[in-house]
């Protein structure tokens, strides 16, 4: 699986919107983007996940670029509960019994 | 999303005591499960993947006389700890995938301390 690079820590006001990035410039064709999050003392919450196009659900969007060397994670309106560490992983398809491999993640910080 | 659970969620034990760790997937079956230990500000590392019907794979490193893993159903995992020391201690934490949409989801963790 490629490798990815996140910054380690960031802060965002409440309410405000929230954008992680994400490099992983050794992507290949056919491998997905994946984000999860850790909530303190809480096992990681799958949150997204996309191949090129730009996904959407009621957590979150994604926005890879037309290159898929990079994704930005979007939380539209962050709360005091986004505070968390954000993964962002690179996974081929089909490869579900494959376990996930987890960086150091984007410690995130809402700011009341 | 699909749902997965651990019990316990916290267990203290003596030192040389055996800990036995369930996780559940809740609402779809799993042949593949994984088992993770994290400790104090670290990242998430696999320990081992867990074959419903077959023996485990271990991570390197990770004592499989020890850490002793069963998947006897396709909704259930167990990890037993034998022979627990203190620096077992530890956050232990299940996954399995959901098949349909490729997708691995976490158990809430299991927290172990070893006196």
């Known amino acids: 699986d490629a490798k990815t690079t996140q910054p380690p820590s960031m802060d965002c006001a409440e309410g405000r919107a929230a954008n992680l990035p994400c490099n992983h410039s050794?992507?290949?064709?056919?491998?997905?983007v994946y984000w999860y999050r850790q909530i303190h003392s809480q096992g990681p919450q799958y949150i997204i996940h996309?191949?090129?196009n730009n996904e959407t659900n009621e957590m979150a969007s994604l926005i890879i670029t037309e290159d898929r060397k990079s994704s930005t994670l979007i939380l539209p309106h962050a709360t005091l509960r986004d505070t968390a560490v954000y993964y962002c992983?690179?996974?081929?398809?089909?490869?579900?019994?494959?376990?996930?491999?987890f960086g150091k993640g984007t410690k995130l910080s809402v700011i009341p | 999303g699909a749902v997965v659970s651990q019990h316990p969620s916290r267990v203290i034990c003596k030192s040389g005591t055996s800990v036995k760790i369930e996780c559940r997937s809740l609402?779809?079956?799993?042949?593949?499960m994984f088992w993770y230990r994290q400790f104090p500000k670290k990242s998430l590392m696999l320990m081992a993947t867990?074959?419903?019907?077959?023996?485990?794979?271990?991570e390197q490193g990770v004592e499989k006389d020890k850490f002793l893993i069963n998947h006897a159903s396709l909704t259930l995992s167990t990890l037993t700890v034998t022979s627990a020391h203190p620096e077992d201690s530890s956050f232990y934490i299940c996954?399995?995938?959901?098949?349909?949409?490729?997708?691995?989801?976490f158990g809430p963790g299991t927290r172990l301390t070893v006196l």
């Open positions: 609402d779809f079956q799993a042949t593949t």
């Open positions: 996954s399995a995938t959901e098949t349909s949409t490729d997708t691995q989801y």
């Open positions: 867990s074959n419903e019907g077959s023996k485990a794979t271990y």
């Open positions: 992983i690179v996974r081929a398809p089909g490869a579900g019994s494959y376990q996930l491999t």
């Open positions: 050794t992507i290949s064709g056919n491998e997905y």
């Open positions: 996309g191949l090129k």
